[in-house]
């Protein structure tokens, strides 16, 4: 059937072929881990000063992201556009990239994550996973997905603190990551002292102690569950359930033939999870060590050490792109017509590229709009440029945005769910 409609919208072009795939692989649901990681997943209790959850940075409200072009983690109150700096404990920076919204994460399709693909499916490792930090993975994760979070709980910008201002914060300070006295160590005793968590993970592990790898296989569980978004109209177009309107199908057309975009944007959930570089506006203060004076990131350079990956980018997902907003690794385009128009001249974007395209919350830091204004660096980023320039119209810019509109499921964007009541740490729940 999939086959049949592709055929009867796109002729018998190679992208028709591309959506011939099997239905996604998605892993078996238990809801006792589900319903568990929820609460992990909205609780504070996880991050240093026991004031920022996953969902600060990661929320419903935000199409499980934050809504703003480079989020505010440990030092900020409020969420999304309406954070602010704690003037008490005001941040050191922004958080260097955008946050990447976490639809169809479970499928198993998706075996690297973050924008620069650090962390990977390995199956020559014990772990069964790749990462940077220069030591062998922690054994006892289920999954990539599962890896994944304790990146957040380790970084001073997003969950951990800063330098020694809490226990957590102090123990990163020292390299303490993991063993007894870690980093994870401290946070998994945090949870296996409070009796409703305790209880929750005795029906799934029995009575051994909490390890880091069970609170994050139950975020995974959860992450996997609540946000799968494999019903938009788009799929129920594919299975013969649902008709699409002109524009949209003019769109589809364009999506996978003139425009290209399926090159890279291929796939069920339109990516190929590969890294690509497209000039994209750096803003923020980059991806740099504290002791670097610079606010560069070289995307996937950092990761592989190759010069042909400088400026390269993982291509994300576009399932609810429509509502996904800011886009780009540093959420550069505040709007998805913004975003597109980049992809037709990606260097003449770059080099016309103006602050006021990317709002960004709280005060202003030094490094918000900084290398932009360095002519060598904006050059470098033009120069790793891949895309070829391209012209479309304006009707056909309008029915790009039309299709993609298709791929909103609306399920996934409530949340299956939703934001719990109260946590088990008492703490507040931000809603």
């Keep these: 059937m999939i086959r049949y409609l592709l055929a009867l919208s796109l002729g018998t072009s190679a992208a028709a072929q591309d959506l011939s795939i099997a239905e996604p692989?998605?892993?078996?649901?238990?809801?006792?881990?589900?319903?568990?990681?929820?609460?992990?997943?909205?609780?504070?209790?996880?991050?240093?000063?026991?004031?920022?959850?996953?969902?600060?940075?990661?929320?419903?409200?935000?199409?499980?992201?934050?809504?703003?072009?480079?989020?505010?983690?440990?030092?900020?109150?409020?969420?999304?556009?309406?954070r602010v700096f704690d003037p008490e404990n005001r941040p050191e920076q922004r958080i260097p990239r955008n946050s990447p919204a976490l639809f169809n994460l479970g499928a198993a399709e998706f075996t690297t994550f973050f924008h620069d693909g650090r962390l990977e499916l390995d199956e020559t490792r014990p772990s069964g996973i790749r990462t940077p930090l220069g030591?062998?993975?922690?054994?006892?994760?289920?999954?990539?997905?599962?890896?994944?979070?304790m990146f957040p709980v380790l970084s001073g910008d997003e969950m951990a603190g800063h330098y020694s201002e809490n226990?957590?914060?102090?123990?990163?300070?020292?390299?303490?990551?993991?063993?007894?006295g870690g980093a994870w160590?401290?946070?998994?005793?945090?949870?296996?002292?409070?009796?409703?968590?305790?209880?929750?993970?005795?029906?799934?592990?029995?009575?051994?102690?909490?390890?880091?790898?069970?609170?994050?296989?139950?975020?995974?569980?959860?992450?996997?569950?609540?946000?799968?978004?494999?019903?938009?109209?788009?799929?129920?177009?594919?299975?013969?359930?649902?008709?699409l309107n002109a524009a949209k199908l003019r769109g589809m057309a364009l999506f996978y033939g003139e425009a290209g975009c399926a090159s890279c944007h291929s796939g069920r959930f339109q990516t190929d999870h590969g890294f690509h570089a497209i000039a994209m506006p750096q803003i923020g203060p980059g991806k740099a060590a504290r002791f670097e004076r610079h606010n560069r990131d070289v995307g996937r350079m950092r990761v592989t050490g190759k010069a042909e990956d400088a400026f390269a980018f993982r291509t994300p997902s576009l399932r609810n792109v429509a509502e996904t907003a800011p886009y780009g690794?540093?959420?550069?385009?505040?709007?998805?017509?913004?975003?597109?128009?980049?992809?037709?001249?990606?260097?003449?974007?770059?080099?016309?590229?103006?602050?006021?395209?990317a709002p960004l919350p709280g005060e202003q830091f030094e490094t918000d709009f900084a290398l932009m204004t360095i002519d060598r660096e904006v050059d470098d980023i033009a120069s790793a440029n891949a895309l070829p320039?391209?012209?479309?119209?304006?009707?056909?810019?309008?029915?790009?945005?039309?299709?993609?509109?298709?791929?909103?499921?609306?399920?996934?964007?409530k949340g299956r769910l939703g934001v719990p009541d109260q946590v088990p740490s008492g703490l507040t729940v931000e809603r």
């Design 389 to 413: 320039p391209q012209h479309l119209s304006e009707e056909q810019v309008a029915d790009l945005i039309a299709f993609l509109g298709t791929l909103t499921d609306q399920t996934a964007l």
């Design 25 to 82: 692989e998605f892993p078996p649901v238990n809801m006792v881990e589900v319903e568990l990681g929820q609460l992990l997943f909205y609780d504070p209790v996880l991050s240093g000063s026991r004031t920022v959850s996953c969902a600060t940075c990661h929320h419903p409200r935000f199409a499980t992201s934050d809504g703003v072009p480079l989020g505010i983690g440990d030092g900020g109150r409020g969420l999304g556009p309406e």
């Design 135 to 149: 030591t062998e993975m922690e054994q006892g994760f289920a999954s990539v997905l599962s890896a994944q979070t």
């Design 167 to 180: 226990d957590v914060a102090q123990a990163v300070r020292q390299g303490f990551l993991t063993g007894p």
């Design 329 to 357: 690794h540093s959420g550069a385009y505040a709007s998805l017509e913004g975003v597109i128009r980049h992809h037709l001249d990606p260097v003449q974007s770059l080099r016309s590229y103006r602050a006021e395209l």
């Design 185 to 243: 160590d401290i946070l998994s005793k945090r949870v296996e002292a409070l009796p409703d968590y305790r209880a929750r993970f005795d029906l799934v592990i029995g009575e051994r102690p909490i390890a880091f790898t069970d609170i994050s296989n139950m975020i995974a569980a959860f992450i996997a569950f609540e946000w799968r978004a494999d019903d938009s109209p788009f799929d129920r177009y594919l299975r013969g359930e649902e008709t």
